[in-house]
């Protein structure tokens, strides 16, 4: 079946480190790919997405570009700063038409950046 | 636009005790589901529906019940709350291109 891998946390950065989460995937067919942020004690928030191969998310400084012959879409951002201290979360939608496509989910991968 | 509401935000119950949360969206979204969060195990989802009359189980409903009699309300009832059901609970709903969009969870504590 779909599932996702994400790197294991805590990861911790000095601010304006460079960041990398990695994540891969397993899926039939043709997923969309997402990464959600969740601050502490708040729900989560969709931060970037892809919908098909090759594609490059981009949000708030982060990207990912969805590596369809590495089953890949890793995270990154250049330079981190405090605020960006969260869980961030590797997602995938299943590749089947029709209102039924579950989100698969990452464990998620804890981050915190020190001043 | 409040997008995805959730009352309450903290909840202490005993065991044996029944108790419904709620989830409102504003955002005309026929797909709504219920995740339950907890530490290492990531986001599972309890329960989701499809639209208005339409609910289904997700990977982990034992314990859980809901209903959607309007596409805005998703409630999720709590028949006999259990010591493994303290939790985070978070209600989503999804838009045209699948993301989803979360409200601010509900925290609760089963003694």
């Known amino acids: 079946g779909n599932s996702v891998t994400q790197m294991e946390g805590p990861v911790t950065l000095s601010e304006e480190a460079f960041l990398t989460i990695n994540c891969t995937y397993t899926a039939t067919g043709y997923p969309s790919l997402f990464w959600y942020v969740q601050y502490p004690g708040e729900g989560l928030q969709l931060l970037l997405k892809?919908?098909?191969a090759d594609d490059k998310g981009s949000n708030k400084g982060f990207e990912a570009t969805y590596r369809k012959e590495t089953t890949s879409f890793h995270l990154e951002k250049g330079s981190v700063q405090v605020s960006d201290s969260a869980v961030y979360f590797c997602?995938?939608?299943?590749?089947?038409?029709?209102?039924?496509?579950?989100?698969?989910w990452g464990l998620g991968t804890s981050l915190a950046v020190n001043p | 636009n409040a997008g995805v509401t959730q009352t309450p935000k903290f909840q202490v119950l005993k065991t044996g005790q029944s108790m419904t949360l709620q989830c409102a969206q504003d955002m005309n979204h026929e797909y709504m589901s219920w995740y339950r969060q907890d530490p290492g195990m990531g986001l599972r989802l309890i329960h989701y529906s499809v639209g208005a009359g339409i609910t289904d189980q997700g990977e982990v409903p034992n314990g859980y019940n809901v209903s959607r009699s309007t596409t805005e309300d998703f409630p999720l009832r709590l028949l006999s709350a259990a010591p493994s059901q303290t939790s985070v609970y978070f209600c989503?709903?999804?838009?045209?291109?699948?993301?989803?969009?979360f409200g601010p969870g509900t925290r609760l504590t089963v003694t």
């Open positions: 997602a995938l939608s299943g590749p089947n038409a029709g209102n039924n496509r579950k989100l698969i």
């Open positions: 892809a919908t098909k």
């Open positions: 989503a709903s999804r838009g045209v291109s699948y993301e989803q969009y």
